[in-house]
């Protein structure tokens, strides 16, 4: 019984280790084929890089919110905690920088007014339809969830906007359909967006590629998942808590047997000293010297 009560408890720290740092194996041997970065973001005590985070957002903004949409998002997610983090006044002057359709007005009428922190982020297209029109009929997907959506995640996305190439000898391409090596049947109808010193960033942060596709990637991560970082928060103290938890029901356990098994020890001498004077006293002999 004590050694399976043992072997239990073992098994139980065992299996939350395992969840613990086992997260990081898998989803590494998942991504294979991906590009490879060390992201600030995974793991299970993973946070974002905030410079990174802004950066990205003036990425997506300047270069790819002119097709993709992220509508779940609002400005105000702009200047919470575990995001970009921009202060209120940044992120009220972003917001004032948007024409918002409101209304109606009194007249019945609608009206574009400067966006506010509680509006969300305008769309580049009135709809689905519209969108893919304006891109030889292939939608532009929206963005609050990308990242989650595909597997691969944020090594897919760096990959693919790294990934473009020239076409394979021999390989036939449609206009307005490029190569790239991490899309899925290779064909994409987006023209590479990224190039080096597209964007012009204000902190001095070197522009190549890489950097702006790294960037990018880290804003797309959190616009799908804002609250990945009190998520990772939540579980660190989940594990710390259940460990202690642990730790004190396997020394209580130990508590409560050494007694038990000490009462009965006890008992058991008891009982072996009653047996060895009855039977000395049967055999008329003095219990003293009985060997
Ligand atoms: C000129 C319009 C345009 C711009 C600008 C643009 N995209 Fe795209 N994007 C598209 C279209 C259209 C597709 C769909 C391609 C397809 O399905 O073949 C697409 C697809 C994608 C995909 C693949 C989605 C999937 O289905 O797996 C990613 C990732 C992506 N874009 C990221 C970006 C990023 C990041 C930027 C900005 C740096 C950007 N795009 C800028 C039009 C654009």
């Known amino acids: 019984m004590l050694e399976r009560l043992n072997s239990l408890l073992a098994k139980i720290f065992l299996i939350i280790f395992i969840i613990g740092t086992g997260n990081l194996a898998y989803s590494e041997e998942n991504k294979a084929e991906f590009l490879k970065n060390n992201w600030s973001f995974d793991g299970i005590f993973g946070t974002f890089d905030r410079a990174s985070l802004q ?173 990945l970082e009190s998520r990772h928060r939540m579980g660190f103290k989940v594990f710390f808590f259940l460990i202690i938890l642990l730790t004190m029901v396997y020394l209580s356990k130990q508590k409560v047997w050494s007694r038990f098994s000490s009462k009965r020890e006890k008992e058991e001498e008891e009982a072996f000293d009653k047996a060895e004077r009855a039977v000395t006293e049967y055999e008329g002999e003095d219990p003293k010297t009985f060997k």
């Open 55 to 227: 950066r990205g957002y003036q990425v997506y903004q300047e270069v790819c919110a002119g097709c993709h949409s992220v509508q779940h998002l609002s400005y105000r997610n702009l200047s919470e905690k575990g995001g970009p983090e921009f202060l209120p006044e940044e992120a009220k002057a972003i917001a004032a920088q948007f024409e918002v359709t409101d209304g109606p007005n009194e007249d019945g009428e609608m009206f574009t007014r400067p966006g506010r922190l509680s509006d969300k982020f305008v769309k580049p297209f009135p709809n689905v339809k519209a969108a893919a029109a304006a891109n030889g009929g292939a939608y532009p997907p929206d963005m609050s969830v990308l990242a989650k959506a595909r597997k691969g995640g944020a090594d897919y996305i760096y990959s693919l906007l790294m990934g473009y190439e020239e076409a394979p000898a021999g390989y036939e391409l449609d206009d307005g359909v490029y190569y790239n090596k991490y899309m899925p049947g290779n064909k994409i109808k987006m023209a590479e967006p990224i190039s080096d010193g597209i964007v012009e960033y204000m902190d001095g942060t070197e522009t190549t590629k890489a950097q702006i596709s790294k960037d990018v990637t880290a804003f797309l991560v959190w616009a799908a998942d804002p609250h």
